[in-house]
């Protein structure tokens, strides 16, 4: 009886410590995402038009984004390797230092005039777009069972703030400072973020959660090799990963060709701007009522949900003309919801469908998957738009949407909780 009554002790005092961990680690990641945020939301809404400006060139445009994104996926393959090394707190420190050193080189680039130095210096500014992704999986290391997608949400919804008041400093900053203005900006914030990560991101969750200890070592299998092997075993996983490629590629090209459609029709970067910060408050503002509905109703239902959003907003947004600036708005509002159900569901899902001890490499691969899927969206958005249309974009996102809503009205049989 002792002895039992001395390990259910030694559980209760584990649980608290975890539940005390987890607290802090949401805390700092909060914070974390709002300076984050401010500096992503900076460049998705100026970075478009900026290298279009340097480059003369809708199609250079463009590449904006895409190099951002193709940035968060690359660097989104050591940082897989340094939390599995190292822990998280490595990682998210790796990703959102890179991202301050791709912005003093976007200041540089600006400075020069140079649009091939400008598309360099966004993909190392994608290692905050990686960092914040990276964040919300590490909200979910030390989650209580069945609550995965809430401690998510948390961490999608703390970008709300940040990543709706950038594209807003956008327009403010570039009268102020011009465009070296609004990098230097995001600059600045990614530092802060660095440092309230290396600083305040101690026990480490990923140690925590693997050993119960923060004196212990992460397994050292780091290699992505290990997350291919996992997703063919596991038929959960796989569709997780499918619908958040999905839902990631079509927000990425849509939301990053609308900047260029509403300035064909005479929108300023003041009018982009919000339009872009109603996009953001799209994804982020209601994800802890998608995190909550997923751990309620399951994973999959939200995960169809969001594709059926996807497509509305293909519709609405496609149908906009270019001065049909609410319309627009609208359609991209819609496009942020249904990335939102594709993200805070899937990655949940994928979180609990993988060993503790597998997860960084399972991750890391998502986000590369995720990541190079949206930075090739971006890719053929810009030469849509330039060689066709931007209607003609929108139905090549139905073409997305509505093949991976059927998978999933047949994947519903798949053991979700």
């Known amino acids: 009886m002792t002895t039992v009554s001395s390990g259910q002790a030694w559980t209760a005092q584990q649980s608290a410590y975890r539940a005390a961990v987890q607290r802090r680690v949401l805390s700092v990641l909060t ?13 998705v809404a100026a970075s478009t038009l900026v290298a279009r400006d340097l480059s003369g060139s809708d199609a250079i445009g463009g590449l904006a984004q895409t190099s951002a994104v193709l940035g968060a996926a690359l660097i989104a ?41 400008f598309l360099a210096g966004l993909l190392l500014f994608g290692g905050a777009s990686a960092a914040g992704y990276a964040a919300r999986y590490t909200a979910t290391d030390l989650s209580r069972p069945g609550h995965a997608a809430r401690d998510l949400s948390i961490i999608v919804w703390a970008s709300t703030g940040g990543s709706v008041l950038g594209p807003l400093l956008a327009g403010k900053t570039d009268a102020i400072g011009g465009h070296t203005g609004i990098y230097a900006l995001a600059a600045a914030v990614f530092v802060l973020a660095t440092l309230g990560i290396f600083v ?89 009522l998608v995190g909550w509905l997923a751990d309620q109703f399951g994973h999959v239902p939200v995960l169809l949900a969001g594709q059926v959003l996807l497509a509305l907003a293909a519709v609405v947004a496609g149908l906009a003309s270019h001065d049909s600036v609410v319309q627009s708005a609208i359609g991209l509002v819609l496009l942020g919801l249904g990335w939102s159900c594709g993200i805070v569901a899937g990655s949940a899902l994928l979180t609990e469908s993988v060993p503790v001890d597998l ?8 986000d590369l998957l995720m990541n190079g899927g949206a930075a090739l969206a971006g890719v053929v958005a810009g030469l849509i738009v330039a060689t066709l249309s931007y209607a003609a974009l929108s139905a090549l996102l139905l073409l997305l949407a509505l093949p991976m809503a059927t998978l999933l009205l047949f994947a519903r049989r798949i053991a979700d909780d």
């Open 31 to 43: 914070t974390s995402q709002v300076l984050g945020g401010i500096g992503v939301g900076l460049g």
């Open 77 to 117: 393959v050591p940082a897989a390797r340094l939390a599995a090394g190292r822990g998280r707190r490595a990682a998210l420190t790796f990703g959102y230092g890179s991202g301050a050193a791709g912005a003093l080189m976007t200041v540089l680039a600006v400075a020069l005039g140079s649009w091939p130095l």
């Open 200 to 288: 305040g991101l101690r026990p480490d969750p990923l140690q925590v959660a693997h050993l119960g200890s923060t004196r212990g070592e992460i397994p050292p299998d780091r290699s992505l090799r290990t997350g291919v092997r996992v997703l063919g075993r596991s038929p959960s996983a796989r569709v997780a990963v499918m619908a958040i490629v999905v839902s990631h590629a079509a927000m990425v090209a849509l939301m990053s060709m609308t900047p260029v459609h509403l300035d064909h029709g005479g929108a300023g970067l003041g009018t982009v701007g919000v339009v872009i910060s109603l996009h953001i408050a799209g994804m982020y503002a209601l994800s802890p």
């Open 359 to 366: 997860r960084p490499s399972v991750q890391g691969l998502s």
